[in-house]
């Protein structure tokens, strides 16, 4: 133990050197508050299939923009981040066997615990660029083969096509599993699909990873709206955990943060 022995010349200095233990001991108090929770935070596991820019590989520097956003927020070693079916992630999430799931809309999951928007969703049609196909309208997919992926969800007058032709394999293309963006893209250059349906910031991501494919162009979009970092509805932590993203995401876009992670992945800020 080490003991100081200190004399002072009048009042003054006593106070000055209270006042100075107080503070050190208090910002001692506040670091060591900050590593015991940071120590105690529990594994937070999210799931979704890979749906780049948003989530994408997992385990690399660039796991997707929406991944970062949760590290920042919570520590990276404290994220779990996997890739699996989107449908049983939505699934096993709300039984509470994961945490949240990424780069979810409203209509995926309206029970979940949502965050602010983290992105926002367009549905275009893609063609090869010797197609005459123009998407204007549903009718104008009456005479395509269109490849859609299971349980995505797209605006509401496709949607109803979609159950309309679920079993009509001429009109109606239907993919699911990890890669289904990968299959679509390769079914398409190939000529074995008129034309397919997704968000183009996945669509400009997937065409890096084909750099040999370059005859793919959009046919016509429609807006849909929102993306969101969603989390369990039945975890009592659900709440917190959306409320501190929520700080986060706001910070982000304040500091210009957001703008530089966004600019990594190529992807356009929804918040301008």
Known sequence: MIILKIQFVDERDTCVFKKSILSLLGLFAVVNTQSSYAEKQELIKIRADEWCPYNCQPGSNDPGYM???LQMTFGKKNIDYQTMNWSRAILETRKNKYDGIVGASIENAPDFIFSVPVGESKNCFYKKNTSQFK?????????VQLGVIKDYTYFNELEVYIKKNIRDKKKLDEHYGNNAQD?????LELGRLDTFVEDPSVVSYMMKKHPDIKDIVDAGCVKTGSLYIAFSPNNPKSKDRKNRLTHTIAKMIKS??????LAKYGAKPWYK
């Open 183 to 187: 299959r679509l893209i390769l079914k």
């Open 256 to 261: 210009g943060d957001m703008d530089k992670l």
């Open 135 to 143: 998407y204007t309208g549903i009718d104008s997919l009456n005479s």
């Open 67 to 69: 991944i970062e956003v």
